[in-house]
């Protein structure tokens, strides 16, 4: 199976399109710019979401769901919204088609014009806080929580599988607060609910950071992110929390009578992590081999192969496989007995290593008279020979050692991908010769930041959080800088 995929060191890009593919996470369509997700991988996101969901529901936030067409007129608004999303933006002209007089199939009724535009939503923020005008009169109503999961359309030129699509699959919170400071702490509490999610479910270790101005979500106030290392150098944007001021609130005039009987406009955050985490998930934990993910969120945590000659072998393996399995699923293990007399051993082994199945367990008729199975892990390749006394217990407590191991060497990666640079020339160097997160001064305009932009195709990832503040001199101007930055090449 290994043959079938490109390596990384030869061509990173394909590597991860073979894995997506050939890992059987999703597929293209016949709609350009758009995927299939196939059920492998709906079910890798299933369970990213319902873990994000118990966590969002736990943080006191309540599920709705918001129409997916939007009035036009709501997307002007906001003048920075509208400009940040207009060039993305797909648009409903008419409503209706008929039979072509011609012959020619079906065509667009030019009688059937809509009086005012609909855009696809790129995003929520118009449509939902055009609601809440309705739902917000007092401070009772206040803090009001809410998430949606949804479908978002982006008309993106260049695609790829999960980290770039036109239609793409995600959550997006948008909550109302009587004060800045209950916002603010909002904005920044999602960030750490992501953050967790990130390094405890996913084993990616991130930074948390806030967005320059450039890179400030479309109507923020200030943007929150988290911030992955791929193996290939790259960062990717694993999820932003959006402190929105009263933007939002003022354009759809949504206000509050405050404890005085005074009426103030509300403070909103926005937030939202999509399908995206899929891809950075294919990227920062799996081989030339296939994938590997992490047992904690993935579909299947432990595959069982019986290895046999004739059913008068089978039987007894069925037998004591079928104790194994309900001992398994009792502590909770996602397990699959694999019976089927379909296809041999060696490609099942190498079917179940393409997909990342955390632990195979391989018992054959020699075993059963040992006591044993054959035991292997996907993260390290090594297999041991283990008794079937307590397997399930030994196995539950595996699948925790390979998660930690999984972060371990992604943090260990990524800390070692975070250089300083105090010269252009070392800046230049590290990008094209190391990569990852270059810690370096900026003299905090927007115009040297586009200028870096340009000449290396790096961007301010974030500016992390609890930031030391050290005077120095910006790397391509010069100009007295008081703290350093992230740089980094990203998805």
């Known amino acids: 199976m290994s043959k079938e995929i490109t390596a990384r060191s030869a061509d990173y890009a394909q590597w991860y399109n073979d894995l997506v593919l050939k890992g059987g996470l999703a597929d293209y369509s016949a709609v350009r ?18 873990v994000l969901d118990r966590m969002f529901k736990e943080t006191g936030h309540q599920n709705a769901y918001f129409p997916l067409f939007i009035p036009k007129s709501f997307l002007s608004k906001e003048a920075a919204h509208v400009e940040g999303f207009a060039k993305e933006c797909a648009v409903v002209t008419h409503y209706r088609l008929k039979n072509d007089p011609n012959g020619g199939g079906v065509i667009v ?21 055009n609601t809440y005008k309705d739902w917000i009169q007092s401070y009772r109503d206040l803090p009001l929580l809410v998430n949606q999961w949804a479908n978002v359309v982006r008309w993106e030129m260049r695609t790829r599988l999960f980290l770039r699509t036109a239609e793409f699959l995600w959550q997006e919170g948008h909550t109302a607060h009587a004060t800045p400071e209950e916002a603010v702490e909002e904005t920044r509490r999602m960030l750490d ?25 479309a109507g923020a106030v200030d943007t ?4 992955a290392l791929m193996q290939d150098g790259k960062a990717l944007q694993a999820g932003t929390s959006h402190f929105l001021g009263q933007n939002f609130a003022k354009a759809f005039d ?22 995206r985490l899929v891809g950075a998930l294919v990227m920062a934990h799996s081989d030339d081999d296939g994938l590997i993910l992490p047992p904690r969120i993935a579909p ?28 398994l699923k009792a502590a909770g293990v996602r397990v699959k007995y694999d019976d089927s007399d379909n296809s041999r051993p060696g490609w099942k082994f190498a079917e179940y290593e393409m997909k990342g199945v955390p632990v195979r367990i391989a018992i054959g008729s020699r075993d059963l008279e040992n006591n044993v199975a054959e035991v292997a892990r996907r993260d390290t390749r090594t297999k041991e020979s283990v008794s079937l006394d307590g397997l399930a217990a030994n196995v539950a407590a595996l699948l925790e050692e390979i998660q930690q191991n999984l972060y371990n060497k992604a943090l260990a990666y990524r800390n070692e991908h975070i250089t300083t640079a105090d010269t252009w020339e070392d800046f230049e160097r590290l990008l094209d010769e190391k990569g990852g997160f270059i810690s370096a001064h900026w003299d905090g305009t927007p115009e040297t930041e586009a200028a870096i932009k340009e000449k290396t195709k790096a961007t301010i990832r974030c500016i ?15 100009k007295p800088s008081k703290e350093r930055v992230l740089f980094a090449r990203a998805y």
């Open 193 to 217: 609910v992501y953050a967790d999610f990130v390094e405890n479910y996913m084993a990616v270790p991130v930074v948390k950071g806030v967005k320059s101005a450039s890179e400030r979500f």
């Open 254 to 275: 949504v206000q509050f009578s405050n404890k005085d009987n005074k009426l103030e406009y509300v403070w909103a955050t926005s937030w939202g992590v999509s399908t």
């Open 109 to 129: 009724d030019p009688e059937a014009k809509l009086e005012e535009e609909l855009i696809v939503r790129p995003t929520s923020e118009t449509i939902i806080w």
């Open 300 to 327: 299947l945590q432990v595959v069982i192969v019986p290895i046999y000659k004739g059913a008068d072998q089978k039987g007894p393996i069925d037998e004591k496989v079928g104790a194994i399995v309900k001992e």
């Open 33 to 50: 710019g758009c995927m299939v997700i196939k059920p492998y991988g709906f079910a890798l996101w299933e369970n990213m979401r319902d």
């Open 464 to 478: 992390p959080l609890n930031n030391p503040q050290e005077a120095g001199v910006c790397i391509l101007t010069g």
């Open 224 to 227: 929150y992110c988290i911030e």
